[in-house]
Nanobody
Framework: QLQASGGGLVQVGGSLRLSCAASGRTSSIYYMGWFRQAPVKEREFVATISRGGGITKYADSVKGRFTISRDNARDNAKNTVYLQMNSLKPEDTAVYFC????????????????WGQGTQVTVSS
């Protein structure tokens, strides 16, 4: 199970931190990622991170502003991935989803097997 949280309303230039807690069969989860979907648009890749955190990839639109990180419990009972979003822009407004996949890196929606519910991020100008 993946549980995303941390969304909200923020002004242009502000910051938010999203969290995604993974529980259950986490021993098989390797890469975790964030996607977002704005109204009338397709879901798009935002960022991904490897299990150990040593490999991260970002969409060009968020590079330099967003940072993905993760905490892995010692016994892998619970993993949490974060998305620190700084210098937010109106075009960042979307529902943000976390996802997980045993292998990676993966950048396409269809490549991820496990999904959490979305959390709304709204950036007001």
């Amino acid at each position: 199970q993946l549980q995303a949280s941390g969304g909200g309303l923020v002004q242009v230039g502000g910051s938010l931190r999203l969290s995604c807690a993974a529980s259950g069969r986490t021993s098989s989860i390797y890469y975790m990622g964030w996607f977002r979907q704005a109204p009338v648009k397709e879901r798009e890749f935002v960022a991904t991170i490897s299990r150990g955190g040593g490999i991260t990839k970002y969409a060009d639109s968020v590079k330099g502003r967003f940072t993905i990180s993760r905490d892995n419990a010692r016994d892998n009972a619970k993993n949490t991935v974060y998305l620190q979003m700084n210098s937010l822009k109106p075009e960042d407004t979307a529902v943000y989803f976390c996802a997980a996949e045993p292998t990676g890196p993966k950048y396409k929606e269809y490549e991820y097997s496990y999904w959490g519910q979305g959390t709304q991020v709204t950036v007001s100008s």
